[in-house]
């Protein structure tokens, strides 16, 4: 079998993955497919689905820097032997919007600034195809906005193809709706804010544009600077395009079964996984087409506690993601719900469902609205499509990992208003489980119901 190939666990360069041999799960599939679509791509799915690691590995492919680089990275991959003719013709610019924030009055002021860094970074990438009079002029340029338009106006003149990458197109838009509110966010995403004009210019000036995020709904306020861009999202050819399959997870599994790194049974792992793990469908065309999907950094760190430890985690809920959750509970709203979001809640958590409509996109100031809400829940992982009913979508709550998430937000709320030690009651049903003190733990509940 050779060197056993490692749990790209938290790995998001793809270049990092072949080379370093770790495992890799093949989605280079798609590319065909992605390419027989729009040239200007939105792409949106919850967090730890995989999403840098899709960006970066079209940046591979396509970048005309590592163009001499395919065999090495996509050889033993599905592209290797189905090459499109696009392979290796681009330039590329990266751009990965999480990298910025600071101060509400700094950020036109950093977007620039690593605009420009980003900016400075592609000509090194790429200084061979210019001449010493343009270089000399791109560099001499401070502002990000001026290298890009002296850019725009020498690739158009060569006739260099451009394609640009966008990874967390949403991020600090979304943290400056929730922290600053609508209206500073509307500042920056309308008439002349510094972020809607960046992506007028990025419409006329890059042959391709792939970007991705969590959320439509800074990709809705900035349709007047960028209304060429065609959502994907909810396209059933590309619902298996992140995340795994179960039988992508049983030929992992079986991989390092074989490599004699994985003791068990293997059904049996897949069984205790599906339940957390699983059931994640983002078109209705796929409800009775496509398996269901696994969050793939889920999986990953189950395996590495079975490979390890030799047994599944203590938490089966991956700890790292907690972060996550945090800042997802922010970004929809959930320490500010009104009454009737609240209601919305309190229903998906005792029913596991909600009928509505899905919206492809929404507003910054239509995310309070209740109807909108369940469409806001399924764009973050909350809800998954489980059936339909007429012109409606039945959204469900797709595993136990989220029905966790929403019965902790529901604890939060009564907490807040009558604070019980949940640590005493553990102890307490602890007693009653291991030496039959049942009277303790039942007036405890009863009291407390009192």
């Given at each position: ?66 163009k001499d680089k395919f065999q090495q990275l996509f050889g033993n991959l ?232 030799n047994k599944s985690p203590k938490q089966m809920i991956d700890p790292n ?130």
């Open positions: 079998m050779g060197t056993i190939k490692g749990i790209p666990y938290g790995m998001s360069n793809f270049e990092d993955v072949i080379t370093q041999n770790r495992y890799y799960v093949d989605k280079t599939m798609y590319i065909p497919m992605l390419e027989d679509q729009a040239n200007y791509l939105i792409f949106i799915r919850p967090r730890r689905f995989g999403k840098s690691l899709l960006l970066s590995m079209l940046r591979s492919y396509y970048d005309l820097s590592q599905w592209i290797g032997q189905n090459t499109t003719p696009l392979q290796g013709k681009y330039q590329m610019l990266y751009l990965d919007f999480s990298k910025i924030g600071g101060n509400i009055d700094e950020l036109p002021q950093r977007f620039d600034s690593y605009s420009a860094v980003q900016l400075d970074g592609f000509l090194n990438r790429y200084r061979e195809y210019y001449t010493d009079e343009f270089i000399e002029r791109f560099s001499t340029a401070e502002k990000g906005i001026d290298k890009l338009h002296i850019l725009d106006d020498e690739a158009r003149r060569q006739g260099y193809p451009l394609y640009l990458i966008i990874d967390e197109y949403d991020n600090f838009t979304n943290v400056v709706l929730n922290e600053k509110g609508n209206e500073i966010y509307h500042a920056i995403t309308h008439a002349s804010g510094f972020y809607r004009d960046a992506f007028k210019n990025y419409k006329g000036m890059f042959d391709r544009i792939f970007m991705i995020g969590v959320s439509p709904v800074t990709l809705d306020d900035l349709s007047s600077g960028y209304n060429i861009g065609w959502n994907i999202s909810t396209n059933p050819l590309f619902n298996q395009m992140l995340g795994f399959s179960e039988e992508d997870v049983r030929t992992m599994l079986r991989y390092y079964q074989e490599a004699g790194q994985l003791q068990g049974d293997i059904e049996e792992m897949i069984q205790e996984m599906k339940p957390w793990y699983d059931n994640y469908c983002f078109a209705e065309e796929s409800l009775d087409k496509d398996p269901k999907m696994f969050n793939c950094d889920m999986v990953l760190y189950y395996l590495r506690n079975r490979i390890q430890l993601t907690r972060t996550d959750y945090n800042k997802m509970k922010k970004l929809i709203q959930l320490d500010r719900l009104d009454g009737n979001r609240k209601g919305v809640i309190k229903r998906i958590a005792e029913e596991g469902k909600i009928m509505t409509n899905l919206y492809q996109s929404f507003s910054a100031d239509q995310i309070t609205n209740p109807e909108i809400f369940p469409s806001l829940l399924f764009y973050y992982g909350m809800l998954t499509i489980i059936g339909t009913r007429g012109n409606l979508t039945i959204l469900g709550i797709p595993n136990t990992n989220v029905r966790k998430q929403y019965y902790e937000y529901i604890l939060e709320e009564y907490q807040n208003h009558h604070y019980i030690n949940l640590i005493d009651i553990e102890i307490l049903f602890n007693d009653m489980a291991f030496d039959g003190q049942w009277r303790p733990a039942l007036e405890f509940i009863a009291k407390a119901y009192k």
